[in-house]
């Protein structure tokens, strides 16, 4: 399996987590569904102004995190899912646009990274050991851990297979299991979901690492009461994909596409652009399978 394959889709499940008022989500939800590229506009607009913020405030752990945050959104949300489909048709443009969201995944590592360095001043040591390390997270610290292994997963999958970046995988295992054990259920079974994705492709998989992506699955359903599209995406993803099988991809696809996108306010603008994109998956299956 090619690296643009094993690693494709690693990042789409990190963009599931928005906690949005439910008027909010209903806005944005309309705003992309009749105005896609204003919302596309005004969320770059707001990353530039959070960015800026961040700058000019290089001690301010929030400012920092929210602009990091920020960034990643918007990054994963417009210009991943639009190199992907680019790259179908014209993989030099698709590669322009994965070398610029590159550049702000980038940015989003160090943004993230200060912030949590100035919460826990022996961050960098304990990310960059590959030794046994310790620090003392706090519950709260969750959501900054999680968000820093968005920022590298999305910086791997836009280096197209640079080895610079390859190695920096098992950071996200160490973010997202950290996270998992500080707070296993937050944001609706966020870490979970992204552990399907990771459990699949990281480079000390076990020989069961299928078994280990389903128990995630199922621990992700769970944690959602079964209102979030996201896991049945990612098990489409990577483990039906994985195994070429197209019967249970369609099925979990299916299985999303009749969820209420409404049921849970706070989900319900992740279930829209989670509902597109298992549109264009099966849209497009005979892409994936061979």
């Not at 590669?95 to 940015?107: G, H, V």
């Not at 992506?213 to 209102?227: G, T, W």
Request: net charge neutral.
């Amino acid at each position: 399996m090619s690296f643009t394959n094993r690693y494709n889709f690693l990042p789409l499940f990190f963009f599931t987590f928005f906690s949005l008022s439910c008027s909010t989500s209903s806005l944005s939800i309309v705003a992309l569904n009749f105005t896609p590229e204003l919302a596309q506009k005004t969320f770059h607009r707001n990353s530039i102004r959070l960015e800026k913020k961040a700058i000019n405030s290089p001690n301010d752990s929030k400012a920092l995190y929210n602009a990091s945050k920020n960034l990643t959104m918007y990054t994963y949300g417009f210009l991943m899912d639009e190199a992907k489909k680019i790259s179908m048709e014209d993989y030099k443009e698709g590669l322009k646009i994965y070398n610029e969201a590159n550049s702000i995944f980038k940015r989003s590592i160090l943004y993230i990274e200060k912030s949590i360095q100035l919460d826990y001043k022996d961050y960098f040591t304990w990310i960059n050991n590959s030794q046994p390390s310790s620090i003392d997270f706090k519950k709260e610290s969750s959501s900054k851990l999680y968000w820093a292994a968005a920022s590298y997963a999305g910086a791997i999958q836009s280096s197209n297979g640079d080895p610079n970046w390859v190695v920096q995988l098992p950071k996200i295992g160490k973010l997202l299991e950290t996270g998992l054990e500080l707070y296993p259920e937050w944001n609706y079974g966020a870490f979970y979901t992204a552990m399907i994705s990771y459990s699949m492709i990281r480079h000390d998989a076990s020989p069961n690492k299928i078994d280990t992506a389903k128990y995630y699955f199922n621990k992700a359903l769970e944690a959602s009461d079964l209102q979030d599209l996201s896991p049945y995406i990612a098990y489409a993803e990577n483990i039906a994909l994985y195994q070429q099988n197209k019967n249970e991809f369609t099925n979990m696809l299916y299985s999303a596409l009749r969820i209420d996108i409404n049921a849970n306010p706070d989900l319900s603008l992740v279930n829209y652009i989670n509902r597109s994109r298992a549109n264009w998956l099966l849209d497009n299956i005979d892409e994936f399978f061979y």
